[in-house]
């Protein structure tokens, strides 16, 4: 019989706007980029098709006597498993053809797991936890029967089965929130920790602008737990404006020493043609790019003989002089609209 409140065809829809409004979110913590607009449609309308299933299940029970908050926990329970599974079955390139098969099992699984701790009255906490070690074991559990079936290499699986979006986007959370916390104790005030984050995610500014040869000389130079912190930064929308310019300099300075040095970088050259670019631009202009950053920058932008080579190193210039060109160029796209 029908569960007072609780609309499970509506809910259904609302789940699934939830997962499109996330996917289609630019820079999204939730889901990686790398999803094609076909892999998008599919994970929304598989979270809508295994919710309005699990919810219809519910709601047809006659023996069940669950109130809307417990349908409505088992159906959420689906909704964000099938959605974070889904990200995992596509970035471990498990096969398409395989790929609902094992998130049908897992959906039967949540259902059957949650309901029955809901009515055992367990905490909702511990519920939680229990449905996660589920979805954990019975991911495993599928992808090793591809590998029996011949679907999957061992590789393949041992590739997969470490894939967890859930994971990466809690981990994503702790990094903003670590930023957010060490801006707001102020760099004179932090701890060691603080520092640290505040150097890694000023070496991830400057490894965005750095080739991929140099980029992963300077990550092999790392613990495997600051590359994970470092590499999170580097997808981190907006990270530049997140932390204040003078600390991300003093940063940057402090990790040189981490960058090879290269004789790839030209830097005559490279300041040759930074400056003949600056002496197109308006010195007002400049003045708004160069006010709010620390006085060695400053004059970078603005004193056309500061000796740069004396004070960075290549590939900082090489970072300068690319950040000072956006910024210059997102001027002229300004105008170029009035």
Excluded at 190 to 208: E, F, N, P, Q
Excluded at 299 to 308: E, V
Aim: hydrophobic content about 40%; some cysteine; aromatic content about 6%.
């Amino acid at each position: 019989m029908p569960i007072e409140g609780f609309d499970y065809k509506a809910f259904a829809v609302d789940l699934s706007r939830q997962a499109m409004e996330i996917l289609n979110q630019k820079d999204s913590i939730a889901a990686p980029n790398s999803l094609s607009d076909a892999d998008k449609k599919n994970i929304i309308e598989t979270v809508k098709k295994f919710c309005y299933m699990c919810g219809e299940a519910l709601s047809n029970d006659a023996q069940l006597k669950f109130n809307a908050e417990q349908a409505s926990l088992v159906t959420q329970f689906i909704g964000e498993w099938t959605f974070h599974k889904s990200i995992d079955l596509i970035n471990g390139q498990i096969p398409a053809q395989n790929r609902d098969a094992v998130l049908q099992i897992i959906a039967a699984n949540i259902f059957n797991t949650a309901k029955l701790a809901i009515i055992k009255n367990m905490p909702q906490d511990s519920i939680i936890s229990l449905v996660e070690e589920k979805v954990k074991q019975v991911y495993s559990d599928e992808l090793q029967k591809l590998v029996k079936k011949g679907a999957l290499s061992q590789e393949q699986y041992n590739q997969a089965v470490n894939i967890s979006n859930l994971n990466d986007m809690v981990q994503k959370n702790e990094e903003e929130q670590n930023i957010a916390n060490v801006q707001k104790t102020g760099n004179n005030a932090a701890s060691d920790a603080d520092k640290k984050t505040l150097k890694l995610a000023a070496l991830a500014i400057v490894m965005k602008k750095l080739p991929q040869d140099k980029a992963n000389a300077i990550l092999n130079s790392l613990s495997k737990e600051d590359v994970t912190h470092v590499i999170n930064y580097m997808k981190m929308s907006n990270l530049e404006d997140k932390i204040d310019h003078e600390v991300i300099i003093k940063s940057i300075e402090e990790i040189k020493k981490l960058i090879p040095t290269s004789d790839i970088v030209n830097v005559p050259l490279l300041l040759k043609k930074y400056r003949k670019m600056l002496a197109t631009v308006p010195p007002d202009v400049l003045s708004k790019i160069a006010m709010k950053e620390r006085e060695s920058v400053k004059d970078f932008i603005l004193d056309a003989k500061y000796p740069a080579g004396d004070v960075f190193s290549p590939h900082i210039i090489q970072a300068l002089v690319t950040s000072v060109e956006e910024k210059v160029n997102d001027y002229k796209e300004k105008v170029h609209k009035r």
